[in-house]
Every structure is written in C-alpha cells, then in structure tokens.
C-alpha cells in the first residue's frame, strides 16, 4: 500500500487495492537446457567479481552468482584522471562527497539482483574501453554493510 497525499482521504489505493494482482499456474516438464555461452562471464562471489572475455561495446555477458548471497554488479566507467583508490574511497564512505563523483553514473550498467547460484544472460554496457568499476551494494541477508564495504569494489579495465 502506498499514499501519496497529504491528507486522510488523499490515499491512493495499492496496486493488489485495485485488482492489479493474478495468480499463475505453470506446467509442463522441467527443461535442462543451458545456459548459452556469450563469450564473456562476469562472476559474483563473497565479495569480489571476477572477469573473462569483456571487450568494449554493448556485451551480452554471462552474470553468475557463485557465492550464497544476493549479488548484482553496477559497472560504472571511470571520469578522466579517476584512481581506484578515489573510486573505491567514494563508493564505501558513509560521509558525503568530497568533490565530484571520480565515476560517471550517467553511464553505468546494472545487472538484476541474483540469487546465490543463479546466473542470467544479460547485457552489460560498456560502451568504451578503459576502467571500470565493478561493485555489489547489496546487504546480506541477516543485515550488514553493503557488500562494497567489504570489499565488492574492484577495477576492471576493458580494452
């Protein structure tokens, strides 16, 4: 439910309030197929990212997620003279901004959130070569810092 009024009788009704809700059955046998192979993985994992095949260029990657907490990768390029030490100083502090981001929001990528075992074909945006930050916001489960604060932040220079 949500209100978006001011006032007792401003309440707008939720989507379920409305109808906006059906229930699905799906059958049918369980397929095995696989997963295709787009030629470059990017891999989440308690709390780091590892890469294979990225090359600049709008990429259909695989995203899996080997560790047993929700995982999702925000690639985001870096600004011009940007170091990992500025990047990952800015993507883990609790305090505001010292000057502008040292990254480029305007242009980041982002994948679903994953489920620990899970993987999907998805495409990642990396629209030029050069650095990349690769980082987890996500919490675990049972609560905590965002998985960047533990060390979900890495480089990733693509050619």
């Known amino acids: 439910m949500f209100d978006l009024g001011e006032g007792e009788g401003d309440r707008v009704p939720s989507f379920a309030e409305q109808g906006a809700t059906a229930t699905i059955e799906v059958t049918g046998e369980v397929g ?22 990225l090359v600049a260029g709008v990429d259909l990657i695989r995203f899996d997620n080997t560790g ?22 800015f993507g883990t502090s609790d305090a505001p901004p010292d000057g502008p981001p040292p990254v480029d929001f305007s242009r980041a990528s982002v994948t679903a959130v994953l489920e620990g075992g899970d993987s ?40």
């Open 32 to 53: 095995d197929a696989e997963l295709p192979d787009p030629g470059a993985t990017v891999t989440a994992e308690e709390y780091s990212f590892a890469t294979q095949g």
């Open 68 to 89: 047993k907490e929700l995982h999702h990768l925000i690639a985001i390029p870096y600004e011009a003279g940007a170091t990992f030490e500025k990047v990952k100083a």
């Open 120 to 159: 999907q074909i998805t495409e990642l945006g990396l629209a030029t070569s050069g650095k990349y930050a690769f980082i987890c916001f996500i919490s675990d489960r049972a609560g905590g810092p965002p998985h960047a604060t533990l060390g979900m932040i890495n480089e990733v220079v693509v050619e």
